[in-house]
C-alpha cells in the first residue's frame, strides 16, 4: 500500500506564492508519475500539474507561467511553487501517485485547503 501525506495549503493573498509538498511511501514502482489536481466547491476534480520519475512536467494552461512543479526521487516527494496566485486558484489541492508494474496503481492524498483572498 502506499500513503500520500500533503502539506503546505493555507490562506493567501492575490499575487502571493505557496508551496505544496506531498511525501510518498510504501510500494512505489521506479515507473511512477505523481501530481496535483484541484477541486473548487461545486466543480469536478481537476489536472493542475504532472511530472513523472524522469523528470517529465506536463501543466494546466491556467498555471502555465505561474506554477512549477517538482520532484525529489530519493525523497519520494513532489512539490507544487504556486506564484501570482489568483482568486479562481482556490480549492482543495490533491496530491496523486500513479506506479506501473504489470496494471496501473493510482493513489490520492486527503487533500489541503488553498485559500486565496484579500
Known amino acids: 500500500q502506499v500513503q500520500l501525506v500533503e502539506s503546505g495549503g493555507g490562506l493567501v493573498q492575490p499575487g502571493g506564492s505557496l508551496r505544496l509538498s506531498c511525501a510518498a511511501s510504501?510500494?512505489?514502482?521506479?515507473?511512477?508519475?505523481m501530481g496535483w489536481y484541484h477541486q473548487a466547491p461545486g466543480k469536478q476534480r481537476e489536472l493542475v500539474a504532472t511530472?513523472?520519475?524522469?523528470?517529465?512536467?506536463n501543466y494546466a494552461d491556467s498555471v502555465k507561467g505561474r506554477f512549477t512543479i517538482s520532484r525529489d526521487n530519493a525523497k519520494n516527494t513532489v512539490y507544487l511553487q504556486m506564484n501570482s496566485l489568483k482568486p479562481e486558484d482556490t480549492a482543495v489541492y490533491y496530491c496523486?501517485?500513479?506506479?506501473?508494474?504489470?496494471?496501473?496503481?493510482?493513489?490520492w492524498g486527503q487533500g489541503t485547503q488553498v485559500t486565496v483572498s484579500s
Open positions: 496523486k501517485l500513479t506506479t506501473w508494474s504489470m496494471i496501473e496503481y493510482n493513489y
Open positions: 510504501g510500494r512505489i514502482f521506479s515507473r511512477n508519475a
Open positions: 511530472i513523472t520519475s524522469g523528470g517529465t512536467a
